[in-house]
């Protein structure tokens, strides 16, 4: 898999972008717990109600207030207030959007630095709770007993007229001290968030008694916080949008990309090649391999990233809510690396079949395609049927087995987080009890907490699929790596112009490769242009390979091979193969028109020049009955026409290429003797320059040929004419009489 990553180069801008967007959605969709957390403890516990720093308080208040401060706290209080005389500014002023009713002094909120506001947050909290924490005390005479006899005082022998505010501004410093430090002990006992939440309960009270509306001011925060919310989900959800279509881009870029090569790198197969891939397999690397490549890369993108983000997010951010309680994400992610652990040790020996289970129904379904007029013939059908089942069976039983593996796990996944919920909940209500945590933040916690599961769970995914997206980035890179046997030279030579076409075997020896012996031996011959020269032998002799040499489907083993003087390895194969019209064994057409086949030997050919090979590949009398014409369809391999008709298309399209050199690899054999001489004839007199090597099994397609050279065994046994040969060469005797008469012979 990691040798294709080369592919993902041009899209590395791509990829950068979606990590930015993505690291956007995760912080948004962090966000949003956090805002929730809010609206409970803010919105609806404290009424809207934000810090513990009133944004509008009376003289009176602020007064007692300001007992509990030293004298360097009150100056910097009182400095970000601004004082309002109902006297001089009227009765009737506006704060957060409510018109109220003041009958005395008051002090409003000017200041809004951040760092300000943290230090007055702080500072009222204390303040306020101080003297909320007084009034109580005071309700209750025990306890203001005992709060005085603690200080040292006697409540009974406090002056007429003198209240307890002005009592505690007198005290002696040892008294104050006392009493400071008392209070930081209750604010200690009571904890940060429970000393602002009190002191905000004041800032409440304070507000209902100045007129400001409760109601108004909870609906404000709450709308407020509710539309931040929903422009956060906004960002969240175009972000998630372009990542997807950044995703799915660059996954189809990919997968188009890798494709292209792999087509590119088959084209480029020599035989050799060919026979380490079957067709099958290499259907299914350029296909169903890719394709679990790119889904891989899909999830990549979207998951491989986002998780960690939202995974190390979630955690800083649960710890902030509800550090006492990390054990209960820990225990979550614990149990569900055990689950995966568990799947992935039993899912992933039947993905690394997969792959190969595919390969082999392919090839089932593509013999029974190809050969099924052979299998109709033998009624072989049931037999066939039953070969596909046991292919079919393999694979859908591997696939049933990894799905019903995977599906169990959600399952599971979902007793997990229910779970861990519930724990949440169980753990969270002593602690919010205990005045520990507020209601919010355990909610919101518990949100961190599927978040930060749920980005196990995708990264636990992702790992899952990735064995299987592994094999299949392995068998790609096979074939993407493997290096041709035949190469072109660094700096390839050029045939003399123009190329006449003179084909040279020196001492050709071959053997393929890892056989231990030639197929051919010392093969020379030399095929002159305007020439006919006809290789002919048993089945088996070598006849083909002789011929598979000169376009370069092998390379000799041992001599040479030249054209016009010049090593055929020594110049490219394209220059090669442009001076060659070749015509195989097997006649292949592609599906499309009569036209399009024939333009594969030229596409610039013009109208006359596809007629006349038409012409000479006799091929005029069922191309032209139809109506259609060359524009007639041709169907996937040509199966719409005879093995007649097919061959002499196949002798069409090579001549449009109008080459220096034609090879016919026994292109006559689906063709009668009348087709055969007719055709014969139209090439003697059409190609009379080009240099013409003929494969055949035929000793009457060869009767009037310039050169015979006879194979046996690999190895030359004759050259000559038919006459010749039939008086010097036994090998050649036996197959002409073995196929003619007498007569026919003389």
Same mark, same amino acid.
């Given at each position: 898999?990691?040798?294709?990553?080369?592919?993902?180069?041009?899209?590395?801008?791509?990829?950068?972008?979606?990590?930015?967007?993505?690291?956007?959605?995760?912080?948004?969709?962090?966000?949003?717990?956090?805002?929730?957390?809010?609206?409970?403890?803010?919105?609806?516990?404290?009424?809207?109600?934000?810090?513990?720093?009133?944004?509008?308080?009376?003289?009176?208040?602020?007064?007692?207030?300001?007992?509990?401060?030293?004298?360097?706290?009150?100056?910097?209080?009182?400095?970000?207030?601004?004082?309002?005389?109902?006297?001089?500014?009227?009765?009737?002023?506006?704060?957060?959007?409510?018109?109220i009713q003041i009958q005395e002094s008051v002090f409003i909120l000017k200041t809004t630095d951040a760092g300000e506001m943290d230090w007055l947050n702080g500072t009222m909290s204390k303040a306020l709770a101080a003297v909320t924490g007084l009034e109580q005390m005071l309700a209750n005479p025990e306890?203001? =007993?005992?709060?005085?006899?603690?200080?040292?005082?006697?409540?009974?022998?406090?002056?007429?007229?003198?209240?307890?505010?002005?009592?505690?501004?007198?005290?002696?410093?040892?008294?104050?001290?006392?009493?400071?430090?008392?209070?930081?002990?209750?604010?200690?006992?009571?904890?940060?968030? %429970?000393?602002?939440?009190?002191?905000?309960?004041?800032?409440?009270?304070?507000?209902?008694?100045?007129?400001?509306?409760?109601?108004?001011?909870?609906?404000?925060?709450?709308?407020?916080?509710? =539309?931040?919310?929903?422009?956060?989900?906004?960002?969240?959800?175009?972000?998630?949008?372009?990542?997807?279509?950044?995703?799915?881009?660059?996954?189809?870029?990919?997968?188009?990309?890798?494709?292209?090569?792999?087509?590119?790198?088959?084209?480029?197969?020599?035989?050799?090649?060919?026979?380490?891939?079957?067709?099958?397999?290499?259907?299914?690397?350029?296909?169903?391999?890719?394709?679990?490549?790119?889904?891989?890369?899909? %999830?990549?993108?979207?998951?491989?990233?986002?998780?960690?983000?939202?995974?190390?997010?979630?955690?800083?951010?649960?710890?902030?809510?509800?550090?006492?309680?990390?054990?209960?994400?820990?225990?979550?992610?614990?149990?569900?690396?055990?689950?995966?652990?568990?799947?992935?040790?039993?899912?992933?020996?039947?993905?690394?079949?997969?792959?190969?289970?595919?390969?082999?129904?392919?090839?089932?379904?593509?013999?029974?395609?190809?050969?099924?007029?052979?299998?109709?013939?033998?009624?072989?059908?049931?037999?066939?049927?039953?070969?596909?089942?046991?292919?079919?069976?393999?694979?859908?039983?591997?696939?049933?087995?990894?799905?019903?593996?995977?599906?169990?796990?959600?399952?599971?996944?979902?007793?997990?987080?229910?779970?861990?919920?519930?724990?949440?909940?169980?753990?969270?209500?002593?602690?919010?009890?205990?005045?520990?945590?507020?209601?919010?933040?355990? +909610?919101?916690?518990?949100?961190?907490?599927?978040?930060?599961?749920?980005?196990?769970?995708?990264?636990?995914?992702?790992?899952?699929?990735?064995?299987?997206?592994?094999?299949?980035?392995?068998?790609?890179?096979?074939?993407?790596?493997?290096?041709?046997?035949?190469?072109?030279?660094?700096?390839? =030579?050029?045939?003399?112009?123009?190329?006449?076409?003179?084909?040279?075997?020196?001492?050709?020896?071959?053997?393929?490769?890892?056989?231990?012996?030639?197929?051919?031996?010392?093969?020379?011959?030399?095929?002159?242009?305007?020439?006919?020269?006809?290789?002919?032998?048993?089945?088996?002799?070598?006849?083909?390979?002789?011929?598979?040499?000169?376009?370069?489907?092998?390379?000799?083993?041992?001599?040479?091979?030249?054209?016009?003087?010049?090593?055929?390895?020594?110049?490219?194969?394209?220059?090669?193969?442009?001076?060659?019209?070749?015509?195989?064994?097997?006649?292949?057409?592609?599906?499309?028109?009569?036209?399009?086949?024939?333009?594969?030997?030229?596409?610039?050919?013009? =109208?006359?020049?596809?007629?006349?090979?038409?012409?000479?590949?006799?091929?005029?009398?069922?191309?032209?009955?139809?109506?259609?014409?060359?524009?007639?369809?041709?169907?996937?391999?040509?199966?719409?026409?005879?093995?007649?008709?097919?061959?002499?298309?196949?002798?069409?399209?090579?001549?449009?290429?109008?080459?220096?050199?034609?090879?016919?690899?026994?292109?006559?054999?689906?063709?009668?003797?009348?087709?055969?001489?007719?055709?014969?004839?139209?090439?003697?007199?059409?190609?009379?320059?080009?240099?013409?090597?003929?494969?055949?099994?035929?000793?009457?397609?060869?009767?009037?040929?310039?050169?015979?050279?006879?194979?046996?065994?690999?190895?030359?046994?004759?050259?000559?004419?038919?006459?010749?040969? +039939?008086?010097?060469?036994?090998?050649?005797?036996?197959?002409?009489?073995?196929?003619?008469?007498?007569?026919?012979?003389?």
């Amino acid at each position: 898999m990691i040798r294709l990553l080369k592919y993902l180069k041009p899209y590395s801008f791509f990829i950068l972008a979606a990590i930015i967007m993505l690291f956007i959605q995760a912080n948004a969709d962090l966000a949003l717990p956090d805002y929730m957390s809010r609206i409970v403890n803010i919105g609806i516990q404290q009424g809207g109600v934000e810090t513990a720093v009133p944004s509008i308080i009376r003289q009176s208040r602020l007064k007692q207030a300001l007992v509990f401060l030293n004298e360097a706290d009150r100056e910097r209080v009182l400095s970000s207030y601004d004082v309002v005389d109902p006297n001089t500014a009227g009765n009737s002023i506006t704060v957060n959007n409510q018109e109220i009713q003041i009958q005395e002094s008051v002090f409003i909120l000017k200041t809004t630095d951040a760092g300000e506001m943290d230090w007055l947050n702080g500072t009222m909290s204390k303040a306020l709770a101080a003297v909320t924490g007084l009034e109580q005390m005071l309700a209750n005479p025990e306890q203001a =007993a005992q709060m005085a006899q603690s200080m040292g005082m006697n409540l009974s022998q406090l002056p007429p007229g003198m209240d307890i505010y002005q009592l505690l501004g007198s005290l002696p410093p040892e008294q104050r001290a006392t009493l400071d430090s008392a209070l930081e002990q209750q604010f200690a006992n009571l904890g940060e968030n %429970m000393l602002v939440q009190t002191a905000i309960l004041s800032v409440k009270t304070e507000y209902e008694i100045l007129g400001l509306d409760p109601g108004v001011l909870q609906n404000q925060y709450i709308l407020r916080t509710g =539309a931040i919310m929903l422009l956060v989900s906004l960002v969240s959800v175009i972000c998630a949008i372009v990542v997807g279509w950044i995703a799915s881009r660059t996954s189809a870029g990919f997968a188009r990309d890798v494709r292209k090569a792999v087509f590119e790198k088959v084209e480029s197969f020599s035989s050799t090649e060919f026979d380490k891939f079957s067709t099958a397999s290499l259907i299914t690397r350029s296909t169903n391999d890719v394709t679990q490549v790119s889904m891989l890369v899909l %999830m990549m993108v979207r998951m491989f990233f986002f998780a960690p983000i939202m995974g190390v997010g979630g955690i800083i951010r649960a710890m902030d809510k509800g550090s006492s309680m990390w054990w209960t994400i820990a225990l979550a992610v614990v149990i569900l690396l055990i689950l995966v652990t568990v799947v992935f040790t039993i899912a992933i020996p039947k993905f690394k079949l997969i792959q190969k289970l595919v390969d082999r129904l392919n090839l089932v379904m593509r013999e029974n395609l190809s050969g099924i007029m052979v299998i109709r013939a033998f009624n072989m059908q049931q037999h066939e049927e039953e070969r596909f089942d046991r292919a079919n069976q393999d694979l859908t039983g591997n696939i049933l087995f990894i799905n019903r593996v995977m599906a169990s796990m959600f399952p599971f996944m979902m007793v997990i987080m229910n779970g861990i919920s519930l724990l949440i909940i169980w753990v969270g209500s002593h602690q919010v009890a205990q005045s520990n945590m507020q209601v919010g933040d355990m +909610m919101a916690f518990m949100q961190y907490a599927m978040q930060i599961v749920m980005s196990f769970l995708m990264m636990s995914i992702m790992f899952i699929n990735l064995p299987r997206a592994a094999v299949s980035g392995d068998r790609i890179a096979e074939v993407l790596e493997i290096k041709p046997m035949i190469k072109d030279p660094e700096e390839p =030579a050029e045939f003399p112009q123009p190329v006449r076409g003179l084909v040279e075997f020196r001492n050709v020896s071959f053997r393929y490769p890892d056989a231990d012996e030639n197929v051919i031996c010392n093969v020379s011959f030399t095929a002159h242009p305007g020439k006919t020269t006809a290789i002919i032998g048993s089945t088996g002799s070598g006849k083909s390979t002789v011929i598979n040499l000169i376009p370069r489907f092998f390379d000799v083993t041992e001599g040479q091979i030249l054209i016009d003087g010049v090593d055929i390895r020594s110049v490219s194969q394209h220059d090669l193969r442009q001076q060659i019209g070749y015509i195989p064994q097997k006649s292949t057409l592609f599906s499309g028109t009569i036209e399009s086949n024939l333009r594969f030997g030229d596409e610039n050919a013009s =109208a006359e020049l596809l007629n006349q090979a038409i012409s000479i590949a006799q091929a005029g009398e069922f191309v032209y009955a139809n109506q259609e014409g060359l524009a007639a369809e041709i169907s996937q391999g040509g199966t719409n026409v005879s093995g007649g008709q097919k061959q002499r298309l196949s002798i069409a399209r090579a001549l449009v290429k109008q080459a220096p050199i034609y090879i016919f690899d026994d292109s006559f054999s689906a063709l009668d003797f009348k087709t055969d001489a007719a055709l014969r004839k139209a090439l003697r007199d059409n190609s009379a320059r080009s240099t013409l090597i003929i494969v055949t099994q035929r000793v009457s397609t060869i009767l009037y040929a310039d050169q015979i050279i006879v194979l046996d065994d690999g190895m030359v046994v004759g050259i000559g004419t038919h006459a010749e040969l +039939m008086k010097s060469c036994q090998t050649y005797r036996e197959i002409a009489m073995s196929q003619l008469s007498i007569e026919e012979l003389s």
